[in-house]
């Protein structure tokens, strides 16, 4: 997905006068107009841009495929179907999902994957000096967040956003977003370990919960094992397994809900696909 952003504070609307997303709009382009039947309600927006073509901006596919999406009855706009190619939005403001679900319509809005390497700040800037986030993002025009945040010595997948509701929610403990570590442990591993994990370990804050924990290698007194849980609280894989009498030694997350840190490399970051944001925004009910 390409993001073509705007400098903008998060949640604030365009400022008089901004700049407007280019979505090579024309209206000499073909416009195969109505397919019969009625017309919808919500998609005659004075000077909106013409479904199809933001759909084809969002990442979704070719203005062709877009229009037959629209035309089999696949795409909603406000919760809507709308079948005519001619139909007119406001991506600003109206949501608008394809096989019901959304899809990032607002072109000033980044999503991204980024892969922390270790000794790297979670922040934007750090006044003892030390390597933050921003150190690796270049000199881009969005006032990106951080979605939660990884330890200082941990390392793997973090999402960086300018769309303050989805990152909102996103960090928010009640929406239990699950997310996967892989973890360097002493060895050997009991057999049982993964139902105590499951059961609930008792911490000083709490009872934590694993919702699936594997081992994937072990040899002697070293284990690698992979752990996934739905709750953020502060450094909370690194207290489960120590109170299970395996600290780590070296933890990198993999996933985040839909999202996965693949061949990301440390230090880079990608564009999310249309379909991560979707399945992200469902996630946590946008």
Not at 25 to 54: A, C, F, I, S, Y
Not at 88 to 110: F, L, S, T, Y
Not at 175 to 192: F, H, M, N, S, W
Not at 221 to 244: D, N, P, Q, Y
């Given at each position: 997905?390409?993001?073509?952003?705007?400098s903008?504070?998060?949640?604030?609307?365009?400022?008089?006068?901004?700049?407007?997303?280019?979505y090579?709009?024309?209206?000499?382009?073909?416009?195969?107009g109505?397919?019969?039947?009625?017309?919808?309600?919500?998609?005659?927006?004075?000077?909106?841009?013409?479904?199809?073509?933001?759909?084809a901006?969002?990442?979704?596919?070719?203005?062709?495929?877009c229009?037959?999406?629209?035309?089999a009855?696949?795409?909603?706009?406000d919760?809507?179907?709308?079948?005519?190619?001619?139909?007119?939005?406001?991506?600003?403001?109206q949501?608008i999902?394809?096989?019901?679900k959304?899809?990032?319509?607002?072109?000033?809005?980044?999503?991204?994957?980024?892969?922390?390497p270790?000794?790297?700040?979670?922040?934007?800037?750090?006044?003892?000096?030390?390597?933050?986030?921003?150190?690796?993002?270049?000199?881009?025009?969005?006032?990106?967040?951080h979605?939660?945040?990884?330890?200082?010595?941990t390392?793997g997948?973090?999402?960086?956003?300018?769309?303050?509701?989805?990152?909102?929610?996103?960090?928010?403990?009640s929406y239990?977003v699950?997310?996967?570590?892989?973890?360097?442990?002493?060895?050997?591993?009991?057999r049982?370990?993964?139902?105590r994990?499951a059961?609930?370990?008792?911490?000083?804050?709490?009872?934590?919960?694993?919702?699936?924990?594997?081992?994937?290698?072990?040899?002697?007194?070293?284990a690698?094992?992979?752990?996934?849980?739905?709750?953020?609280?502060?450094?909370?894989?690194?207290?489960?397994?120590?109170?299970?009498?395996?600290?780590?030694?070296?933890?990198?997350r993999?996933?985040?809900?839909?999202?996965?840190?693949s061949?990301?490399?440390?230090?880079?970051?990608?564009?999310?696909?249309?379909?991560?944001?979707?399945?992200?925004y469902?996630?946590?009910?946008?």
């Amino acid at each position: 997905m390409n993001t073509r952003g705007h400098s903008r504070e998060v949640g604030r609307g365009r400022m008089a006068g901004e700049a407007q997303p280019d979505y090579g709009d024309n209206d000499e382009d073909d416009d195969w107009g109505d397919l019969g039947g009625e017309r919808d309600d919500l998609t005659d927006v004075p000077g909106g841009v013409r479904l199809q073509k933001v759909l084809a901006a969002a990442g979704v596919g070719s203005r062709r495929h877009c229009e037959e999406l629209i035309g089999a009855g696949r795409v909603e706009v406000d919760g809507q179907t709308v079948r005519r190619f001619g139909a007119r939005v406001d991506p600003e403001h109206q949501i608008i999902r394809v096989d019901g679900k959304r899809i990032p319509a607002r072109q000033d809005i980044a999503y991204l994957a980024f892969n922390k390497p270790p000794k790297v700040l979670t922040a934007m800037s750090d006044d003892r000096g030390r390597k933050t986030i921003a150190d690796f993002l270049g000199d881009r025009g969005e006032r990106l967040f951080h979605v939660g945040r990884l330890d200082y010595d941990t390392e793997g997948l973090m999402l960086l956003t300018n769309d303050g509701e989805l990152a909102h929610r996103l960090a928010h403990p009640s929406y239990e977003v699950a997310k996967t570590y892989l973890a360097d442990v002493p060895g050997p591993i009991p057999r049982d370990l993964g139902r105590r994990l499951a059961t609930g370990v008792e911490l000083e804050d709490g009872v934590a919960v694993a919702d699936r924990f594997r081992v994937l290698e072990q040899a002697g007194s070293h284990a690698l094992v992979e752990i996934t849980l739905h709750e953020g609280r502060k450094h909370i894989v690194r207290r489960m397994l120590a109170e299970v009498g395996h600290p780590v030694s070296r933890l990198v997350r993999t996933t985040v809900g839909p999202v996965k840190l693949s061949g990301l490399r440390p230090g880079e970051t990608r564009d999310l696909t249309t379909r991560e944001i979707g399945e992200l925004y469902a996630a946590v009910g946008l």
